[in-house]
Nanobody, 124 residues
């Protein structure tokens, strides 16, 4: 399974971006997917997850109400709609996959596959 993230860029505070993560490989619909981010000088942190059914979508407290995760199983793609962006959202964003999971816990060590990162920069 390979994942490819895209959609990052430079945006002013208060603006929006939509990240995409294309997943290449069999049985996309059986994977739970997640977005993580790593800001300069900090560790990687969980942002949002979506179960393989799409019914469970946990979020980090810092992005609740501003970010929305979704998936399109017909296109083998996951999205992260980011609204009301803040300078503290500046980070490299990564997508990741884990098999057959429908819960709300997405630690880094549990993710089976990782994609490349895409840079998001929010200017003040």
């Amino acid at each position: 399974v390979q994942l490819q993230a895209s959609g990052g860029g430079l945006v002013q505070a208060g603006g929006s971006l939509r990240l995409s993560c294309a997943v290449f490989g069999p049985t996309f619909s059986r994977y739970a997917l997640g977005w993580f981010r790593q800001a300069p000088g900090k560790g990687r942190e969980f942002v949002a997850g979506i179960s393989w059914t799409g019914n469970t979508t946990p979020y980090a407290d810092s992005v609740k109400g501003r970010f929305t995760i979704s998936r399109d199983n017909a296109k083998n793609t996951m999205y992260l709609q980011m609204n009301s962006l803040k300078p503290e959202d500046t980070a490299v964003y990564y997508c990741a996959a884990r098999g057959d999971y429908s819960g709300t816990y997405y630690p880094e060590w549990a993710m089976d596959h990782w994609g490349n990162g895409t840079q998001v920069t929010v200017s003040s």
